[in-house]
């Protein structure tokens, strides 16, 4: 099955946070949303940032949340493909990209054991497009090619 | 994540329906499919004999242990096919010992009974942020580093929630996040109810008896409800599009 990637433009709220931090040497992640909780302003994060920042503390990689001026980090849900990582700020080294690539494949070892049939992954990660745009590269998978794709990346140091 | 809460929109034909918002994991986390079968089928061993004998004390437990199999099915249905017919056998002998009965309405009359999730085509997904504080050690969401689900010092880390946010969107999906949106309560008009001679007049007894007259074999598409789902909404769209403008 052929790993499908799409390229999205980024909303104008997440476009503004993006162009506001650079890709760094560790793993900045844009929230999935914005919203009011209780007169705060909350930026959510798919559960699975907690594992995936356990894992770079862990490895000694910098995580980075980006969040709009007075938001504070809440927890995000909804359905999709079966496993969607979080919305990563361009993987600017092979580190970064064989962590995730550890992440993944931590995940699918627990859930080979316990389940059958093959889990769809979605990689999403803001990019500069050839005319400067940002744009939401997405790639979506099997599991096991999502892992090789960045087990790739991580090789070739990018 | 641990949070609770229902909403209400109209389903096709205008009518309320109740959806969860957010999985209430019962453990702090999702269960396994693997973990739900081996706790549906120990409970199943210790009922099903008592059942049979018509001992209708062990009612809450063999309902329990029904939501278990169900659950151990919808979340891994090709490794759990088998639990699809043990759930209808289970069922069938809650029905004949116990009983089920619809709760009547002034309207419509619902049935709470996991056995409805096996047949159902499509469950939900609510798109919502959260505020939460880990229960190890307080800190806000992504604060700290202690993981959902792992035990530290014996005490089960679960994410508690603090604020729920506006809902940002449903989903109707045959791949849902939470196993749990595949429960809905099962509505009958009163009126079909009386024109089908279960019930004579509103507020009348009504029982179900679905297991016992279901086959209780999981079909192709209960075993693959991402396809049959796909199906739908590509039919749906054909006949949208052949309605003339």
Same mark, same amino acid.
Request: glycine share 10%; proline share 8%.
């Given at each position: 099955m052929p790993l499908e990637e799409r390229a999205i433009p980024l909303s104008p709220e997440l476009r503004e946070i993006a162009s506001d931090n650079e890709s760094s040497d560790g793993i900045a992640v844009l929230p999935e949303s914005v919203t009011e909780i209780d007169g705060n302003l909350v930026a959510g994060f798919r559960p699975d940032m907690q594992a995936i920042g356990v894992l770079a503390a862990e490895a000694g990689v910098a995580v980075e949340l980006l969040l709009p001026d007075?938001?504070?980090? %809440?927890?995000?849900?909804?359905?999709?493909?079966?496993?969607v990582l979080p919305l990563f700020l361009e993987l600017s080294n092979g580190v970064t990209a064989g962590l995730i690539a550890n992440?993944?494949?931590?995940?699918?070892?627990?859930?080979?054991?316990? @389940?059958?049939?093959?889990?769809?992954?979605?990689?999403?990660?803001?990019?500069?497009?050839?005319?400067?745009t940002e744009v939401v590269r997405e790639l979506e998978g099997p599991a096991p090619e999502i892992i090789e794709w960045l087990r790739d990346r991580e090789r070739d140091g990018r | 994540?641990?949070?609770?809460?229902?909403?209400?929109?109209?389903?096709?034909? %205008?009518?309320?329906?109740?959806?969860?918002?957010?999985?209430?994991?019962?453990?702090?986390?999702?269960?396994?499919a693997d973990?739900?079968?081996?706790?549906?089928? =120990?409970?199943?061993? =210790?009922?099903?004999?008592?059942l049979a004998d018509g001992d209708s004390s062990v009612e809450l437990a063999a309902r329990s242990c029904l939501r278990d199999l169900v659950?151990?099915?919808?979340?891994?249905?090709?490794? @759990?096919?088998?639990l699809f017919s043990l759930a209808h056998t289970l069922g069938g002998l809650i029905s004949a010992t116990a009983e089920c009965f619809w709760q009547p309405g002034e309207e419509v009359y619902s049935l709470n009974c996991p056995v409805y999730a096996l047949h159902r085509p499509f469950a939900h997904s609510i798109a919502v942020t959260v505020t939460t504080t880990c229960s190890i050690c307080g800190a806000g969401a992504f604060r700290c580093l202690h993981l959902p689900g792992n035990f530290y010092e014996g005490e089960l880390c679960v994410n508690e929630v603090t604020g729920i946010g506006p809902v940002g969107h449903i989903a109707l999906t045959a791949k849902p996040d939470f196993i749990y949106t595949w429960h809905q309560p099962l509505e009958q008009p009163v009126e079909d109810l009386i024109k089908r001679q279960i019930i004579k007049r509103p507020g009348d007894k009504a029982t179900c008896t679905h297991c016992l007259e279901c086959g209780g074999e999981p079909?192709?598409?209960?075993?693959?409800?991402?396809?049959?789902?796909?199906?739908?909404v590509e039919e749906g769209l054909a006949r949208e599009q052949e309605r003339p403008a």
């Open positions: 007075g938001a504070e980090p %809440g927890l995000y849900s909804e359905h999709d493909a079966d496993w992440y993944l494949q931590r995940l699918y070892d627990e859930w080979r054991g316990r @389940n059958s049939g093959m889990p769809t992954v979605r990689h999403r990660e803001v990019i500069s497009a050839p005319d400067g | 994540m641990a949070a609770e809460g229902t909403i209400q929109r109209p389903d096709e034909t %205008g009518r309320p329906m109740t959806m969860v918002l957010i999985d209430a994991s019962r453990h702090g986390r999702e269960p396994p973990e739900l079968r081996k706790r549906g089928l =120990e409970g199943l061993g =210790e009922i099903l004999p008592r659950d151990a099915f919808l979340a891994d249905r090709e490794a @759990n096919r088998d079909t192709a598409d209960d075993l693959d409800p991402v396809t049959r789902f796909e199906r739908m």
